[in-house]
């Protein structure tokens, strides 16, 4: 019989076996990875190109163009193409971040072949309508203009321009006057310059229909679609601030927020397992250090937490709060004095032990469908990683030390190399 007055046994995680995606490419070289695992008739299909923010001369051109596109086509009007979508049940998104832009359809495998249709001619054939540019600038500008009186806001786009400087691409703070800046001339040379099959990559995920190849080649993969003429850009240096303490007065802020951090480096760097399993016990999780502290301790903040931001070009750590007002300066003080604990003294085995299974039993929750296993191999494949990436996570987690994380901690945690930014009142 049960015994429910005795916790569980504690298991320890060995090993893991992952469905790796499957590459093909179509006729014209697109690749496509594909990962067949669902337990249900659906599919989804995405659409990546390297034409993230990263890639803009200027400001909001990269999401412009992304979301310009299934405004209208030289066919169809954009009510007609989200009516049609809605029709069978599908549905249909699209989106920017800093390194790439995606297309995504989500649809029942019984009308793939009637909802493709539809993403082929946004891809395709978009008309970038003046008025509907006009309509999406005023949207986003007014968006704008809400969050600019976030503290929350104001914070973090300060303090990616601190990170990385004013004028590289991962750093750069959209200001209200750009909003005016942005012309359709800008939006339509960015489109053609960088959505094309020469730019293209595909990964589909679900129970995949026997047929999906060829309904791929079909519409993507007979010829050459788009510009054609791939658009390099090489890397940009960051150059982050030398002034370590920046703070931004906001007379009306009830609550400031804070954001302390630096530059640091990405999942490509050989001491990047490592160092999660650091941050994971100073803010990573719920049961953290920063949490128990600020939180659970001092009632400080609803929340606080850390990460490490791995881009592909580029990588940074940050600690991210929002506290009272009157309590700026004391929550300050002990987020230095939790990462002091971490420079000088060893992390418990309990502590340690926990973490770590805490780590790979989330891993573990994070690859359960076939969705989610797209998504572990898009972050290896934007990196140029391979699944071995994962084994070596694996053997990381399990075998670090108290000793080498605190050796980390000194590296990597100093005081002085730290940006500190705060919006509010101290």
Not at 86 to 102: L, R, T
Not at 397 to 403: K, L, S, Y
Request: net charge negative.
């Amino acid at each position: 019989m049960l015994n429910r007055t005795e916790a569980p046994g504690f298991n320890t995680i060995d090993s893991i076996e992952i469905i790796q995606a499957k590459k093909q490419t179509l006729d014209n070289g697109i690749d496509v990875y594909s990962i067949d695992a669902g337990s249900q008739a659906l599919t989804r299909i995405e659409f990546l190109f390297k034409a993230g923010m990263y890639y803009q001369e200027h400001p909001l051109i990269a999401s412009s163009a992304n979301n310009l596109a299934e405004t209208g086509t030289k066919t169809r009007t954009a009510d007609q193409i989200s009516d049609s979508i809605d029709f069978y049940g599908s549905f249909f998104e699209c989106g920017v971040d800093q390194d790439f832009a995606h297309f995504t359809l989500y649809s029942l495998n019984k009308y793939l072949d009637q909802t493709i249709v539809f993403v082929e001619d946004v891809i395709k054939n978009p008309v970038f309508p003046k008025t509907e540019l006009d309509i999406l600038l005023s949207n986003k500008k007014q968006k704008h203009l809400v969050n600019s009186q976030k503290v929350s806001v104001l914070a973090r786009r300060r303090f990616n321009e601190l990170l990385f400087g004013e004028k590289h691409p991962y750093g750069i703070d959209v200001k209200t006057e750009n909003f005016d800046e942005v012309s359709l001339q800008q939006v339509t040379d960015f489109y053609s310059s960088h959505y094309h099959s020469k730019n293209c990559t595909i990964v589909v995920s679900g129970w995949l229909p026997p047929n999906l190849m060829e309904l791929l080649n079909q519409h993507f993969g007979k010829s050459d679609w788009g510009n054609g003429n791939i658009v390099q850009k090489g890397d940009i240096a960051a150059a982050p601030t030398p002034q370590q303490k920046h703070f931004i007065l906001k007379e009306d802020a009830i609550q400031s927020a804070i954001r302390v951090g630096r530059l640091l480096f990405n999942k490509t760097h050989p001491d990047y397992f490592k160092f999660q399993v650091l941050n994971t016990i100073l803010g990573g999780y719920f049961g953290s250090r920063l949490m128990a502290n600020i939180r659970e301790d001092k009632g400080y903040t609803y929340g606080i937490g850390s990460g490490l931001a791995s881009l592909v070009r580029d990588g940074y750590f940050f600690i991210s709060t929002e506290v009272g007002t009157d309590v700026t300066k004391d929550a300050l003080k002990e987020i230095y004095h939790e990462i002091k604990r971490l420079r000088e003294e060893p992390i418990g085995e309990e502590e340690l032990e926990l973490v770590k299974n805490y780590i790979l039993g989330q891993f573990l929750r994070s690859v359960e469908g076939p969705f989610s296993l797209a998504d572990k191999f898009k972050a290896i494949w934007e990196f140029g990683l391979g699944y071995d990436y994962f084994d070596k996570y694996f053997k990381a987690v399990q075998n670090v030390t108290a000793a080498e994380l605190k050796d980390m901690a000194n590296k990597y945690l100093q005081e002085k190399d730290l940006i500190e930014c705060v919006v509010g009142k101290m």
